[in-house]
Nanobody
Framework: QVQLVESGGGLVQAGDSLRLSCVAS????????MGWFRQAPGEEREFVAT????????LYSDSVKGRFTISRDNGKNTVYLQMNSLKPEDTAVYYC?????????????????WGQGTQVTVSS
């Protein structure tokens, strides 16, 4: 069993930055690919970024590429999402997810565990 707890969300203005954190419990974190997804009101959950088990492989959605950076610290069982140049359309609940497999994927149905989400609101 893996539990994920996100933090770092908040209300910011367009152009600002935020860093989200996701702390995982359990001994499988260092062998798990991790992902960030988001869901805006009235929208389906969408892929944001993913990272492989050692942190040397990443993938981003086109909408965040060049602005967001995913990273991980296996010693702290933590994955991060650094979000720069935030836009109002980035407003959503952001979810951390863990995959019981080393390699990353953008498919939400490949992830077995999900956090409760953290709200990010970007005002114009």
């Amino acid at each position: 069993q893996v539990q994920l707890v996100e933090s770092g969300g908040g209300l910011v203005q367009a152009g600002d930055s935020l860093r989200l954190s996701c702390v995982a419990s359990g001994r499988t974190f260092s062998s798990s690919a991790m992902g960030w997804f988001r869901q805006a009101p009235g929208e389906e959950r969408e892929f944001v970024a993913t990272i492989n088990w050692v942190g040397d492989g990443t993938l981003y959605s086109d909408s965040v590429k060049g602005r967001f950076t995913i990273s991980r610290d296996n010693g702290k069982n933590t994955v991060y999402l650094q979000m720069n140049s935030l836009k109002p359309e980035d407003t959503a609940v952001y979810y951390c997810a863990a995959r019981l497999y080393k390699y990353h994927t953008s498919r939400a149905d490949e992830y077995s565990y999900w956090g409760q989400g953290t709200q990010v609101t970007v005002s114009s």
